[in-house]
């Protein structure tokens, strides 16, 4: 048997299942894969827990809340655990994990605190962070260079830039996609739509109904399919019946098969006020999905306007309808298909892109 390299945690006290979920529980298994000992450390009642006792990972609970690193016990508890455990290395996933667990992690002399920021959103210049970025993490991993620039604006005097690493999200890149099978077969001449993302406001679905009307209006033969719960299930299911959509526009609910998903469609419209940095395009692209999206966040780092997919005016539906609208005669420009499955080949593949976080633990 191999000798672990490494004692490695991951900390991440979300409780619902999202992309910075995914992302802690694909990479805690590449780096059992890779040899290492790796601890999953999640809030109680999480969906990355549960998923990783299911998968058999080693699992420790803890009930983490926004003021938790204020409770000394807490603190303490947790460094003590690192201490025993010969924690190595740990990855922090929120700003409460960051708060709770970098401090029990400096205290217990881990020698690798890394802090992964998902979203760019600003942050606040206050004298708890300052201290946080400044005297206790190593490292800050972004996966975007949209992050880097959220984390930096207004705080250019004090942050400190050397200790930034950038690590993209990726998909496995040896793996063929699977074309097997399809969850919807069209119609006649109709042009099958998707989008894919948890039903909230910031994944824009409301766009994607006014767009509907746009195309049904123009005597489009159309189907558009969105996979995805969320708390604006039943609103965005109130704007489809009022405007009459009923047979052209189908909220999926939560889809398990996400390849049969991908094969089923025809263009891909991503919605999105903001992005970290969106698995959902790296995984159309590597599909050759022709892939259509707001030119903001972090969206263009992954899709280049006329060459991987299409970047649209933020917001301009009229735009974005009359690029779906192209897709009537097929797609419009093929080779965006080859110039997208390319660029996440070359820029997006998780093995590879891991290798650097391996390096940090390394070192």
Same mark, same amino acid.
């Given at each position: 048997m191999t000798t672990p390299t490494k004692t490695v945690c991951f900390f991440n006290s979300n409780k619902a299942w999202g992309g910075g979920e995914k992302w802690h529980f694909t990479t805690a298994k590449e780096f059992i894969r890779r040899g290492n000992k790796v601890l999953l450390l999640t809030n109680m009642r999480s969906e990355l827990g549960n998923k990783g006792v299911r998968e058999s990972l080693d699992v420790f609970r803890f009930h983490v809340g926004n003021l938790s690193f204020l409770n000394p016990v807490k603190v303490l508890t947790l460094a003590v655990f690192f201490k025993v455990k010969g924690v190595d290395a740990i990855v922090l996933n929120l700003p409460a994990d960051l708060k709770l667990a970098g401090l029990a992690a400096r205290i217990a002399g881990v020698k690798k605190i890394i802090y992964r920021r998902g979203m760019p959103h600003p942050l606040r210049n206050t004298w708890l962070n300052r201290f946080l970025f400044t005297n206790v993490l190593t490292h800050v991993v972004v996966n975007s260079k949209?992050?880097?620039?959220?984390?930096?604006?207004?705080?250019?005097?004090?942050?400190?830039?050397?200790?930034?690493?950038?690590?993209?999200?990726?998909?496995?890149?040896?793996?063929?996609?699977?074309?097997?099978?399809?969850?919807?077969?069209?119609?006649?001449?109709?042009?099958?739509?998707?989008?894919?993302?948890?039903?909230?406001?910031?994944?824009?679905?409301?766009?994607?109904?006014?767009?509907?009307?746009?195309?049904?209006?123009?005597?489009?033969?159309?189907?558009?399919?969105?996979?995805?719960?969320?708390?604006?299930?039943?609103?965005?299911?109130?704007?489809?019946?009022?405007?009459?959509?009923?047979?052209?526009?189908?909220?999926?609910?939560?889809?398990?098969?996400?390849?049969?998903?991908?094969?089923?469609?025809?263009?891909?419209?991503?919605?999105?006020?903001? %992005?970290?940095?969106?698995?959902?395009?790296?995984?159309?692209?590597?599909?050759?999905?022709?892939?259509?999206?707001?030119?903001?966040?972090?969206?263009?780092?992954?899709? %280049?306007?006329?060459?991987?997919?299409?970047?649209?005016?933020?917001?301009?539906?009229?735009?974005?309808?009359?690029i779906v609208a192209s897709f009537k005669n097929g797609n419009p420009n093929a080779a965006v298909v080859e110039n997208g499955v390319g660029k996440v080949k070359r820029e997006f593949d998780s093995k590879v892109n891991l290798n650097r976080l391996e390096e940090i633990f390394s070192s």
């Amino acid at each position: 048997m191999t000798t672990p390299t490494k004692t490695v945690c991951f900390f991440n006290s979300n409780k619902a299942w999202g992309g910075g979920e995914k992302w802690h529980f694909t990479t805690a298994k590449e780096f059992i894969r890779r040899g290492n000992k790796v601890l999953l450390l999640t809030n109680m009642r999480s969906e990355l827990g549960n998923k990783g006792v299911r998968e058999s990972l080693d699992v420790f609970r803890f009930h983490v809340g926004n003021l938790s690193f204020l409770n000394p016990v807490k603190v303490l508890t947790l460094a003590v655990f690192f201490k025993v455990k010969g924690v190595d290395a740990i990855v922090l996933n929120l700003p409460a994990d960051l708060k709770l667990a970098g401090l029990a992690a400096r205290i217990a002399g881990v020698k690798k605190i890394i802090y992964r920021r998902g979203m760019p959103h600003p942050l606040r210049n206050t004298w708890l962070n300052r201290f946080l970025f400044t005297n206790v993490l190593t490292h800050v991993v972004v996966n975007s260079k949209e992050i880097g620039r959220s984390l930096k604006q207004g705080n250019e005097s004090w942050f400190p830039e050397n200790k930034m690493v950038l690590i993209y999200n990726g998909v496995d890149t040896s793996k063929e996609v699977d074309k097997s099978k399809k969850l919807y077969e069209k119609k006649g001449n109709e042009v099958v739509i998707g989008n894919a993302g948890r039903l909230t406001e910031q994944k824009g679905q409301k766009y994607l109904i006014e767009m509907a009307k746009l195309l049904k209006a123009d005597g489009m033969n159309f189907k558009l399919l969105i996979a995805g719960e969320g708390e604006l299930h039943k609103d965005l299911q109130k704007m489809i019946d009022e405007a009459g959509l009923q047979e052209q526009v189908k909220l999926l609910g939560h889809v398990s098969d996400m390849p049969a998903f991908f094969n089923s469609l025809e263009v891909f419209v991503f919605t999105s006020l903001y %992005e970290g940095s969106a698995n959902t395009l790296i995984e159309t692209l590597q599909y050759g999905l022709p892939t259509v999206c707001w030119d903001i966040s972090s969206n263009p780092e992954i899709v %280049e306007d006329g060459k991987t997919g299409w970047l649209v005016k933020p917001f301009d539906v009229q735009a974005m309808t009359k690029i779906v609208a192209s897709f009537k005669n097929g797609n419009p420009n093929a080779a965006v298909v080859e110039n997208g499955v390319g660029k996440v080949k070359r820029e997006f593949d998780s093995k590879v892109n891991l290798n650097r976080l391996e390096e940090i633990f390394s070192s």
